[in-house]
T-cell receptor, first 115, second 112 residues
Framework: KQEVTQIPAALSVPEGENLVLNCSFT??????LQWFRQDPGKGLTSLLL?????REQTSGRLNASLDKSSGRSTLYIAASQPGDSATYLC??????????????FGKGTKLSVKP | NAGVTQTPKFRILKIGQSMTLQCAQD?????MYWYRQDPGMGLKLIYY???????DKGEVPNGYNVSRSTTEDFPLRLELAAPSQTSVYFC???????????FGPGTRLTVL
């Protein structure tokens, strides 16, 4: 059964630091991996999607990498800002229940960027 | 485009009551999903649909039912509410199963 783990559970950094969030998964047979952002009391916002054939994706100050063989992904945030404070969720699609769209989520990393 | 919308935003139910959580999307997506998120936990898939008239169970379907009569709407029904169903419910949609999923703002449900 696919399981997704995110480390650390919480992270506090001063503004301007570069930081890395980690995600690991137990079954390397995935279709894609997605990183989401969740603000308190709000829904999820998609940040980056990496297909299984890709190694990384970039969007602005965000860079996500994928190493399927080791079951790991990292989300790199450059020059962090207070507005980056949120919970970051990692999710993988591994075809659970017969559909490629069924995502398995980690519990998230709660990021706090202090001015 | 409004994207994915959900109603209501908040609801308190008594044990044994029933209700329907509404979800609609205006992006003409074939795939739609219902997840629940318990405090401190990741989201878990309840049901999903690959198109109008086609639905299937996810990881935690017990106590819930769904229907998909149109491309736009994907309601989730709770028949006999139980305290274990206290959670935040999210609806999502995508063009195809390998594409980005777009989430609604969620419905916070409390069962007392």
């Amino acid at each position: 059964k696919q399981e997704v783990t995110q480390i650390p559970a919480a992270l506090s950094v001063p503004e301007g630091e570069n930081l890395v969030l980690n995600c690991s998964f137990t079954d390397s047979a995935i279709y894609n991996l997605q990183w989401f952002r969740q603000d308190p009391g709000k829904g999820l916002t998609s940040l980056l999607l990496i297909q299984s054939s890709q190694r990384e994706q970039t969007s602005g100050r965000l860079n996500a990498s994928l190493d399927k063989s080791s079951g790991r992904s990292t989300l790199y945030i450059a020059a962090s800002q207070p507005g980056d404070s949120a919970t970051y969720l990692c999710a993988v699609s591994s075809g659970y229940g017969g559909s490629q769209g069924n995502l398995i989520f980690g519990k998230g990393t709660k990021l706090s960027v202090k001015p | 485009n409004a994207g994915v919308t959900q109603t209501p935003k908040f609801r308190i139910l008594k044990i044994g009551q029933s209700m329907t959580l509404q979800c609609a999307q205006d992006m003409n997506h074939n795939y739609m999903y219902w997840y629940r998120q318990d405090p401190g936990m990741g989201l878990k898939l309840i049901y999903y649909s690959v198109g109008a008239g086609i639905t299937d169970k996810g990881e935690v379907p017990n106590g819930y039912n769904v229907s998909r009569s149109t491309t736009e709407d994907f309601p989730l029904r709770l028949e006999l509410a139980a305290p274990s169903q206290t959670s935040v419910y999210f609806c999502a949609s995508s063009t195809d199963p390998t594409d980005t999923q777009y989430f609604g703002p969620g419905t916070r449900l409390t069962v007392l």
